[in-house]
């Protein structure tokens, strides 16, 4: 099958396809991409006629919701997001120590860039 014969019914049924065989959330991410693919075709004039296509079945899942998004990041997010100052001290304190004219294929220029 080419482009040219391409029809929204295939999507419809590639998408219930998704539905059925993944989980909610995986199916909702991959139909939008579908979604986003079918507008490419139409932009680009490649299908016969236009697809026009929307998944009728998509809504998002319960676990995506933004009310379940903020509540756990209220529970999760620490007040000061910076590492502790002695960790920032001693981070520092490896990197000097590193020498600076090693070779790229010498180990301790990885150790260098890893730090």
């Not at 004039?45 to 998509?58: F, N, P, T, V, Y």
């Not at 590193?98 to 790229?104: E, F, K, L, V, Y």
Request: charge should be negative; include cysteine.
């Amino acid at each position: 099958m080419t482009s040219i014969e391409l029809t929204a019914d295939h999507l419809d049924a590639a998408a219930a396809t998704l539905f059925e065989r993944e989980r909610e959330s995986t199916a909702y991410k991959v139909v939008g991409h579908i979604e986003e693919f079918a507008d490419a075709l139409d932009r680009n004039g490649l299908c016969r006629i236009r697809l026009d296509w929307r998944c009728r079945r998509k809504t998002r899942p319960k676990s995506m919701t933004p009310d379940r998004i903020d509540a756990d990041a209220k529970e999760i997010r620490p007040q000061n997001r910076l590492p502790d100052e002695d960790a920032i001290h001693a981070i520092g304190y490896l990197y000097q120590q590193i020498p600076r004219g090693a070779s790229p294929h010498d180990p301790v220029s990885a150790d260098r860039i890893m730090i």
